[in-house]
């Protein structure tokens, strides 16, 4: 049966791995409509100073109500489209609306906030990067002081001469580049420097253990005393409990982002909660 579908290749083909591809290859339909049909959608989280809880920035999350109104999380789909290149369109999507939004809430009267976005290794690689995402700050409005874009050490590990020229031109256009999920990655130190971070986003999994285990909040505190060494600010993220975020406070200053303050917010639902907390 093999041969009549076409020769010999199928023959590996579990009935398992059939049904893995079929998933993907409709997923990455369903996706392609997704861009087109508008259901794609960000949701912005809070993120407070560690001093007096004051909201300081967000960061904008992608998220998916497909045809059927299921909320696809973007653990289930932003792997398919950096496998397919989808991220890309998807992604200059990402960056376009979060920067509209921002300048729109800032237009509103609301004072100015950092936003933050994430971008996929394979679109920093992209021909003209840097000028698209120039183009959007021009076409928006947006301060490019005020964009900040979450790279994970995925990017440090295939750290091309392109890769590193793409971020140094970035940073030249006044952006802020962060070191997201940082200590989970395999890859050396000395990208903080060869990429010019600003910030690190400690973590969710070092955060999450700190309060029951010694050597979490031991971690935490190490990369939080090289932050301030190499004069890099920090995020952390995942933060669910008071306990947590006393001993962060007991550590130094630093911008938290987790559920215990807010979870990712609707656009209309974070301007009424800024309307409300007058922030
Ligand atoms: P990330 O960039 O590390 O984003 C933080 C994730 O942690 C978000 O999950 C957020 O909702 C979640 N989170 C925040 N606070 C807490 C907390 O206190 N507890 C727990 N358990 N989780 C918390 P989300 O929105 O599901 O996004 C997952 C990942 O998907 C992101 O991780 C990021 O890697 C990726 N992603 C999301 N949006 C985009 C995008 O626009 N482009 C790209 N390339 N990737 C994206
Ligand atoms: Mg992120
Ligand atoms: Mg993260
Ligand atoms: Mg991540």
Redesign the pocket.
Known sequence: QAKELGGDRFRFFTPSLKDGMLRSILMERALRHALDHDELF??Y?PQVSSKDLAIVGA?????WRNADGHLV???DF?PL??DTGL?VP??DW?IRTACRQAVEWEREGRPPLKIA????PR?LVQDGFVDKVAGILKETGMASGRLII?I?EGVALQNTKETTDTLLRLKALGLHISM??FGTGYSSLGYLRTFQVDSL?I??SFV?EMAENEGHAGIVKAIMAMARSLNLSVVV????TEEQVKLLQAIGDCTI????FY??LLPEDFSALRDKVKQ
């Not at 960061?59 to 998220?63: C, G, K, Q, S």
């Open positions: 960000l949701c989280q960061e904008a999350l992608l998220r999380p973007p653990s932003v489209a950096e991220i998807i992604g990402v976005v994430n971008v996929s679109q979450e994970t997201d999920d986003k973590a969710q999450g993220e995942g933060v669910e982002q987790g559920y215990y979870k990712p």
